[in-house]
């Protein structure tokens, strides 16, 4: 497989307001909230680029392994980043000498009894503690922030969209991660125009955007219809089910230096996918790396910097980004049964990790709740096969 | 002392203007100009340009002899606070022809320069653009400014910084004219338009060719046709799709012709160059080939029909694989479409390998490529090749220029960069000892085949010895040599069929010009 590595950006993909988000001054506390495709995370990746370069020290926190394997991939070992929990226990336990309160599982921290240990804990005046960067901002719960205040933090770098959560009970609303950090509503960023998606995808992901004025969608200008980056609706029957995998293997092997990423409803479909897609290339001798990864399973193995194909499930695709990505049949996606505000949600996380195409496919017989929430007009997202012109 | 006045004019000479002039700007702006390869107008750079001395008379650069204003240069930091100045000191060496100057009194006065330089002019007033390679100097105001640019242009993937001086001044002080501010009041200059498009596009594909003129035989012709506007012999590329590159470069659009694929191609490019910024621009494409296709006759619009068709399933969810497409569409221009649906990046095409497809195919899609990305797309890797961006971008800021109707003359272009096909090319003798050394040296460090050594022995007798470590021969006396050298035929065979990365490149030809 093709080599596959993060591009700097050209002077001129970078707008004035994510110039004013990365000059902002080095030390101090700043949010910067975006939606998908406002290239919130490179900022965050050239603000980390840019200690490194100065020699000054700093944590690159992300949401979960699969990003931090993704991040340190593309963008280099030297990048000093970790998983967010990981991070936080260590982190933690060295300050106050105390183990993280957990609630069972490592991951699952106490919040409220770890404020409360903080509640006696003193932060020596003089040491110094690195400056953090945190992206996917949101999915951290308002406790983290808080502690790290109690614990001496002070200069921090947070990129959000509060709108891309797939847990919504855990996560951090703009106005928490700023009462938290003590962040004054003037000294926050908002990235409001598209940067790198195609302007097809953003808009489409704008069609499942649930409404928070608090982090703005990015802004969107008006897109000639029928264009070839256009979003595609792919109905299969099921006999050309493994046709349609096969013209997944296809795009695989005219682009070998991309990665497509085939985002799943369920780990059945998954598995379905997984085995469907290998058995199909072995057909064809071989020639395209077909992974996989389940949320919280080994991501030993798995390559962000090579091309080929990764398939996932739509709980851990955040923050991810692909070239192409597959929303493998979407009739299958029920998060929280039919309330149609959960779905959209995560459609607007699943559809902005595409950055080139992004194809949605659909067993024709398959019904569900998602169905209603995809636009109609053809503009956002094209139906293949085309559905028959009504006469009237 | 009083000098006697001299009545006949003996001795008194036309004033000479500087050879050095300040233009003032941000750092920002100068990282996109130094992308650009060009000093633009605001336009030049689209949403993302910050007031500087350049807004003050639009398609005008403003350059100062010797200072510049306060005000100008408070004013390119006014926009944003992050924003740092900096005064780039530019040597326009060559320049004659018609502009503006600012008099002393702030008068606007029509100029032919140098020869009607009057010696109290406080600014020239030069038609945009200009080439970036005229940047002698980029004066800073401190440590603090040169740290924080040479940060910024880390940023970005093409901006060219260390390919310019910076100067820190002393006292931490501008050469500034305290006090006078500026502009003068009441100085009206009808604003202009420069043409960027075209010459950022023939920008990259000065680059493109640069880096393919190593491939073959055509493209080194099409590359020397590019850069220097002629061929040896007329008849000497017999590809007239791509031929028409120099009329193209001649009058900035698709010239007339009754060529079928030349006049498809280079509409393709036209449309491409200049579609709007929110089209992606593969649907340029397919709506030129759409509306071109109708007046074409039943067969050619059927072969078109099918093109189409393998172009929208192929940016969408393909059914065909490179190999089938490239069978089904054997000739250049339909390969070239091919490609362009296949592959994104100017690099991207340089890696691209398939044994289907011949060098015209690729030079076409190269150009097809290059209008896609244009100059200020291209990151550094493909801007490294010695001597090429001074030559692009006094051609780029020349070609602007011409189509702008400036009568404006920028001098002689630096020569074209020479491919290394070229460099490496066997005088009447055979190889020079630095081509031979300089062939060693790429083919070790790309690991071609084809390198043998040549032991000289004096006469005697030899005994072999096979031990654990291998064979041995042992001789009374001294190796008379040791030489170790390049199969020249094998060598050429790899170096038009292998792309060579930039570091090994460098390398060669630092052993060829040594």
Request: hydrophobic share 40%; charged share 25%; net charge neutral.
């Amino acid at each position: 497989m093709a080599a596959r590595r993060f591009q700097l950006p050209g002077v001129q993909e970078l707008g004035k307001q994510q110039e004013d988000a990365l000059m902002l001054d080095r030390d101090g506390q700043h949010l910067i909230i975006g939606g998908p495709g406002t290239g919130k995370s490179v900022v965050a990746l050239l603000r980390a680029r840019r200690l490194q370069r100065d020699g000054d020290d700093y944590v690159f926190l992300v949401y979960n392994r699969l990003l931090l394997l993704a991040s340190r991939q593309l963008f280099g070992e030297a990048l000093r980043s970790d998983t967010w929990i990981g991070w936080f226990r260590r982190t933690f336990q060295r300050m106050t000498g105390n183990p993280t309160p957990c609630r069972g599982q490592p991951w699952d921290i106490d919040w409220p009894a770890v404020e409360r240990l903080l509640l006696d804990f003193t932060p020596h005046s003089h040491q110094n503690l690195p400056h953090l960067i945190i992206d996917e901002g949101q999915d951290m719960p308002p406790a983290f922030y808080r502690s790290l205040v109690a614990l001496g933090f002070e200069n921090f770098y947070v990129v959000a969209d509060q709108n891309q959560q797939i847990e919504p009970e855990r996560h951090s609303s703009r106005q928490d991660i700023q009462e938290a950090l003590a962040i004054a509503p003037e000294r926050v960023v908002e990235l409001r125009t598209n940067y790198r998606n195609r302007y097809p995808i953003a808009r489409l992901a704008r069609e499942f955007y649930t409404g928070d004025p608090a982090s703005p969608p990015p802004a969107l200008p008006p897109v000639p219809s029928g264009g070839v980056d256009t979003p595609i609706l792919f109905d299969y029957r099921r006999d050309q089910y493994r046709a349609t995998l096969g013209r997944i293997l296809t795009l695989a092997r005219n682009q070998p230096h991309k990665l497509i990423g085939v985002i799943a409803p369920t780990d059945q479909v998954r598995l379905d996918y997984v085995a469907g897609l290998r058995a199909g290339d072995a057909a064809a001798g071989g020639m395209v790396a077909v992974r996989t990864y389940a949320s919280r399973a080994d991501v030993t193995g798995l390559r962000f910097d090579e091309g080929g194909i990764m398939v996932i499930n739509a709980q851990s695709c955040k923050g991810l980004e692909f070239d192409t990505v597959f929303l493998a049949d979407i009739h299958g996606h029920r998060p929280g049964g039919l309330d149609t505000d959960l779905i959209r949600k995560r459609f607007y996380v699943m559809t902005a990790r595409a950055r080139d195409r992004l194809i949605l496919l659909r067993a024709r017989s398959g019904d569900s709740p998602v169905l209603g929430i995809l636009p109609r007009d053809p503009a956002l997202l094209a139906r293949f096969p085309r559905p028959p012109v009504r006469e009237l | 002392m009083v000098s006697s006045p001299d009545l006949f004019g003996a001795g008194q000479s036309s004033p000479v203007p500087p050879d050095r002039w300040l233009l003032a700007t941000n750092q920002l702006n100068l990282c996109y100009l130094l992308a650009a390869g060009m000093v633009m107008p605001p336009a030049g750079f689209g949403d993302k340009y910050y007031r500087d001395s350049l807004d003050y008379f639009p398609g005008w650069i403003p350059l100062f002899p010797e200072r510049v204003p306060v005000a100008v240069v408070e004013h390119s930091v006014r926009e944003r606070p992050h924003l740092r100045p900096c005064v780039l000191e530019l040597e326009p060496g060559g320049l004659h022809g018609p502009l503006l100057t600012l008099g002393g009194l702030g008068e606007l006065r029509e100029c032919q320069f140098p020869g009607e330089w009057q010696g109290d002019e406080q600014a020239l007033l030069v038609p945009a653009p200009l080439p970036a390679s005229w940047i002698r100097r980029i004066l800073l105001a401190s440590p603090e400014d040169r740290k924080t640019l040479e940060s910024r242009a880390q940023d970005y993937a093409n901006v060219p910084l260390g390919d310019f001086p910076l100067a820190v001044l002393k006292g931490k002080r501008f050469p500034v004219a305290p006090g006078a501010g500026w502009p003068p009041a009441g100085v009206a200059v009808p604003g202009r338009e420069a043409a960027l498009a075209v010459p950022r596009a023939a920008g990259a594909m000065l680059a493109m060719l640069a880096h393919l003129a190593g491939r073959g035989e055509t493209g080194a012709r099409l590359c020397r046709l590019a850069f220097d506007g002629e061929l040896d012999e007329p008849a000497a590329l017999d590809n007239p799709m791509l031929a028409a590159l120099g009329e193209w470069l001649r009058l900035g659009h698709a010239p007339a012709t009754d060529d079928v694929s030349q006049r498809l191609f280079w509409g393709v490019i036209d449309q491409v160059i200049h579609r709007d910024p929110a089209l992606d621009p593969r649907d340029a494409v397919l709506a030129h080939l759409e509306t071109a296709s109708a007046g074409l006759d039943e067969r050619l619009r059927g072969a078109f029909a099918r093109l189409i068709q393998d172009l929208r399933t192929l940016a969408g969810l393909p059914d065909s694989s490179a190999d089938e497409l490239f069978e089904r569409h054997p000739r250049s221009f339909p390969r070239a479409l091919i490609l362009f649906f296949l592959r994104e990046r100017c690099e991207e095409l340089l890696e691209y390998r398939h044994p289907a497809l011949t060098e015209p195919d690729i030079l076409a899609a190269a150009l097809l490529f290059a209008a896609r990305e244009g100059w200020l797309g291209l990151p550094l890797a493909l801007r490294q090749l010695p001597g090429l961006s001074a030559a692009v971008s006094v051609r780029m800021a020349a070609l602007a220029q011409r189509l702008g109707g400036t009568d404006l003359d920028l001098g002689p272009a630096p020569p074209r960069p020479r491919s290394l096909r070229e460099l490496f090319a066997p005088g009447p003798r055979g190889w020079s000892k630095a081509q031979s050394e300089a062939a060693l040296q790429l083919a070790r460090d790309m690991k071609w085949p084809g390198i043998r050594t040549r032991v000289k022995l004096g006469k005697g007798e030899y005994r072999l010895e096979v031990g654990g470590g291998g064979l041995e021969i042992v001789m009374d006396g001294e190796v008379k040599a040791v030489v170790t050298e390049v199969d020249p035929d094998m060598f050429f065979a790899h170096l038009n069929a292998t792309p060579i990365p930039a570091k090994p490149e460098q390398r060669a030809r630092v052993r060829l010009t040594a």
